[in-house]
């Protein structure tokens, strides 16, 4: 699989996380790829960093969101932000490294809470 740096997939999210208050989020700390040839169904996938790096070497925690060129790139410019937001979503308000699941006792990531956010933005 190859992947690519995606600098206008990072503009979207820098955008995204200021317009929705998404102030727990350290953009700085939040990468962005295209991928390339992946086998996954996925749109997109993000990608956390284990507490154990902050812990032994002393690395602050990171995220990678990854975009599957496949299939993101067919989509309408709404459902990419669906997308990325969705994503988002799954950063805890910790920043830790940690991924927030679909479904907790204490929220939700779905099409509901999505639309919620994507409402703030129009």
Known sequence: ???????EIKIQIDILVKRLRFDHINTERVHCIRSFDAKTRAVARIWGMSRLFKEVAGIEPHYIIEVN?????????????????HELMHIPKTFSGALLPHRSRYHRINDREVEKAISQLY
Do not use: N
Request: no cysteine.
């Open 1 to 7: 699989m190859q992947y690519q740096k995606a600098p």
């Open 69 to 85: 060129a496949k299939r993101f790139d067919k989509l309408t410019d709404r459902e990419k932000t669906k997308t990325l937001i």
